[in-house]
């Protein structure tokens, strides 16, 4: 028994933990209760949408669960309906459940509350719910009018009403003006009835005027007239008129009996309005009747306002290139319709000399040549009833615009703040200048006027993008109206990253450096201000030199990195590489922003250094060589007559036309045939006191006659000589050649053939002491042609039918000899043979 008894109270003890283990577990809520419990109504179908979510839950997880949903109306303990909705939920869902109402919502306050559980079939329904969601009310009964039946009672009639909201019904003429109201509104809860007692006369709703017109309508005024409809003459009605234009509403009671009218003054010209005008009992005022409601316009009137005018001078080929600028009038300054406008253009140097330019509407700019002389510029503008004040802007011959370093500034999403420094002279004003689109092929330019005390201002536009600079110059108008420059600012609405790299030009390779540049690289189309230039030098080397520093890219390669300061620097050149090597470059332009894109780099390799000293070399002597070929080419006539002469044609030999005669025409140069020994004819010329080389004739020319000693030589007899002028030195000195002198003791068997050219020189050097001394500059060289024997009828022929010589068949090379080195024989006795110059037996073929 004892035993037994120790085992029971252990096993309650047991159960008794097991149940206590089992609520607590019980009592601690679900982690994944319903959350952001919403209700949204829908009147018209009358229904309620009920919005949830589930938090804990985790990503990417789902989860099947349902969800318990109670209704209540009236008051949350009547509860009136319950479902249990099913779905599986994901992380961060939002849930949605829809309810529909058989009774309208407008007709009682509904409360929603809900709780979750995990939707498992092992686990019971009721074990894992979590705990309600606090109610949610829905009040409607404010609408409460819309969910009961509406009774009216008057005069011992019932009705019964139709609509929501009201009831009508006739009244017959000539019945009571006083009546007695019950309205009673009843459903299945309640019923309720309110009283109402009236006199009918003053629940007049009046109907709403017409015949609205608008008369003596002027540039500043008109007068509104309408009329109403009679309700008899005991009482007057208060109508209510309202005004609309330039977003402004005036408003204007006046009393009416039978018509109205209202004078509306101080209006714009050109300027459509809008009137309209109810009216209600005056006395016993209970409704407005409807508006009526008529639009008119005003006349217009001259413009009030003078046009806002600029310029844009350019200088071009010695004149001026003036684009004007005139921002449209606005509606009010306008006053009518802009027609056109006139230019009047005032030459200041020459005040007679003016010009007059109509620009039709709506243009607004013109563009106009001038020369150097300064130009006082008239613009109005014009509508169909009169002109506006004039807009008077000076462009002066010598602008006189000094150089302005230009200011940085960031603009913002507001606009740029611009100001700038006041001037101690006398301005009548400020001109702030800019372009809409700098990038576009049309500026569009844009200005802004500010007064004479103003130093700042803020300039915004819709045209403003990010990453696009924008310059701004900054005028002042002097009191004779020349504008003058100031300041220059450029700046960006938001600077952007840089988008790309210059195109490098690589230059001056050489074994140790080679130059890089990127002149057409333009800085003021970048999205952002640029600070300065990186290089990026990558070599197989990995060795950085004094100037630069190791760097690491994004794809983990390292290499060197050169840094610029100065964005306007566009050259630099790399130096300190090793011959024969393999590198590759990468320049990028970095900003406020950060760097620019790091794209593919450029490849290169280093010549070895003998290359650039061969072709410094070789190159210009190729240059030199092809040049005296080409110059050779070009000028190859003329070193053939200064080198290699052509040798002169007997045919065209002066001589010819010496020895031709009438009775022989047909001779020309001598046959081969006829030759015979050459003569050398020795001319003297005796000018002045000279000494005489023999005391015989000196002034007559003398003969050389150079004969063969032999005494066995039978020849042919006289032979007539001539005097080659192809190859004379002083053919203008000395006398042509006739009758060859004949010793007239001398057979004709002693003529012999010329001895060879260097037996002859021989001769002439043994006789040279002979011969004297012979002033230099007094002898001339004639060449004698080879002997021919006389032609027939020749008058000047020996005579005739010589026997034919035997050795002349072959050419005789002719000499030069010196006049003054031979002379004639001194007597006719003497013989010939005593002063050959042959040797003995010796011939020249």
């Known amino acids: 028994m004892a035993l037994f008894s120790v085992f029971q109270t252990t096993f309650l003890l047991a159960l008794l933990s097991l149940r206590t283990y089992q609520s607590e577990v019980l009592s601690e809520p679900l982690p994944w209760a319903p959350e952001s419990l919403k209700v949204f109504i829908n009147s018209t179908h009358q229904c309620l949408h009920l919005q949830w979510s589930v938090q804990n839950l985790a990503h990417h997880q789902e989860l099947k669960m349902v969800f318990q949903i109670e209704i209540s109306r009236i008051k949350t303990s009547n509860v009136i309906w319950v479902e249990n909705y099913s779905t599986t939920v994901k992380w961060n869902q939002v849930l949605h459940w829809s309810w529909e109402s058989k009774l309208p919502l407008e007709c009682a306050r509904h409360f929603i509350r809900m709780r979750s559980a995990e939707d498992d079939a092992k686990t019971p329904e009721q074990s894992f719910w ?38 009508s019904w006739e009244v017959a003429p000539e019945s009571q003006e006083m009546y007695n109201f019950t309205l009673t509104a009843e459903n299945y809860l309640r019923k309720r009835s309110v009283h109402l007692l009236f006199n009918l006369t003053h629940r007049v709703h009046p109907m709403a005027p017409f015949s609205v017109l608008f008369t003596d309508v002027s540039t500043t005024n008109a007068t509104m007239t309408w009329k109403v409809h009679s309700t008899g003459n005991y009482y007057t009605l208060l109508c209510q008129v309202e005004l609309y234009g330039e ?16 004078l509306f003054s101080g209006l714009e010209p050109d300027t459509e309005y809008r009137a309209q005008v109810r009216c209600a009992n005056a006395n016993h005022f209970w409704k407005w009747s409807e508006w009526t409601h008529q639009n008119f316009t005003t006349a217009e009137a001259a413009p009030s306002e003078a046009p806002d005018v600029w310029r844009n001078v350019k200088s071009v080929q010695g004149h001026s290139v003036v684009t004007l600028f005139w921002k449209p009038l606005s509606k009010l300054q306008a006053n009518g319709k802009i027609l056109f406008y006139n230019i009047v253009i005032e030459n200041l140097d020459r005040s007679s000399s003016s010009k007059f330019l109509s620009i039709p509407a709506p243009a607004n700019g013109t563009e106009l040549n001038l020369d150097q002389c300064s130009y006082q510029i008239h613009v109005t503008a014009h509508n169909s009833v009169g002109t506006s004040p004039a807009s008077v802007i000076i462009v002066s011959g010598d602008p006189g615009n000094k150089e302005v370093e230009e200011e940085r ?116 189309s970048q999205p952002s201000f640029i600070q300065g230039y990186h290089i990026y030098l990558k070599s197989k080397a990995g ?22 300061d100065n964005p306007k620097q566009k050259t630099f050149v790399v130096e300190n590489l090793q011959p024969e090597s393999f590198y590759e470059f990468l320049v990028t332009p970095y900003s406020s922003v950060g760097e620019g894109p790091h794209g593919a780099f450029t490849k290169v390799t280093t010549p070895d250094e003998y290359s650039p000293i061969l072709i410094r070399v070789i190159l210009p002597m190729v240059f ?103 190859y004379n030195q002083a053919a203008s000195d000395s006398a042509s050649c006739g009758h060859v002198p004949v010793a007239p003791k001398a057979p004709p068997s002693q003529l012999a053939l010329l001895t060879s050219p260097e037996n002859l020189l021989k001769a002439l050097e043994k006789n040279m002491n ?76």
């Open 770 to 845: 002979s011969l004297g001394e012979i002033p230099a500059g007094e002898t001339s060289l004639n060449y004698v042609s080879q002997l021919a024997s006389a032609m027939s009828g020749d008058k000047f022929s020996l005579p005739t039918n010589p026997p034919e010589p035997a050795l002349c068949s072959e050419y005789k090379m002719q000499m030069a000899i010196p006049l003054g080195l031979a002379s004639p024989p001194s007597s006719g006795s003497s013989s010939l043979s005593s002063f050959t110059l042959l040797d003995e037996g010796e011939h020249y073929h």
């Open 543 to 564: 060795q950085c030199h004094s100037g630069s520093e190791k760097a690491v890219l994004s794809d983990d390669a390292v290499c060197c990195k050169y840094k610029i």
């Open 624 to 726: 030199c060589i092809l040049l005296i070929m080409i110059i050779c080419y070009l000028k190859s006539q003329w070193m053939k007559e200064k080198c290699y002469p052509d040798i002169p044609d007997p045919y065209k030999s002066s001589v010819l036309s010496l020895i031709k005669s009438k009775e022989n025409p047909r001779l020309t140069i001598m046959n081969i045939k006829d030759c015979v020994p050459d003569s050398i004819e020795v001319l003297n010329k005796q000018e002045g006191t000279r000494k005489s080389l023999t005391e015989t004739e000196s002034s007559k020319p003398t003969y050389l006659y150079l004969l063969p000693t032999e005494k066995s030589y039978s020849g042919p007899g006289p032979c007539i000589c001539f005097e080659n002028f192809t």
């Open 247 to 262: 977003g402004e509403v005036t408003q204007h009671n006046v009393s009416v009996e039978v018509d109205g009218e209202q």
């Open 130 to 167: 979590s705990n309600w969601s606090s109610w949610e009310e829905v009040d409607e009964t404010l609408k409460l009018l819309f969910c009961v039946l509406f009774f009216l009672r008057f005069s011992g009639k019932k009705t019964l009403c139709k609509h929501k909201s009201w009831c």
């Open 409 to 524: 500034v960031k603009g913002t999403e507001d606009g740029f703040s611009l100001s700038w420094k006041p001037q101690p002279g006398n301005v009548t004003g400020y001109i702030v200048e800019w372009c809409d689109r700098p990038r576009g092929p049309l500026c569009d330019l844009q200005w802004k006027s500010v007064g004479p005390t103003t130093t700042s201002t803020v300039v915004s536009s819709d045209a403003f993008r990010p990453g696009v600079q924008y310059n701004f110059r900054i005028y002042g108008i002097s009191t004779e109206r020349v504008p003058y420059l100031l300041e220059k600012k450029t700046g960006y609405s938001q600077e952007l990253a840089l988008s790309d790299n210059p195109q490098v030009v690589m230059s001056n390779l050489t074994s140790r450096s080679f130059t890089l540049s990127w002149k057409d690289y333009s800085i003021e």
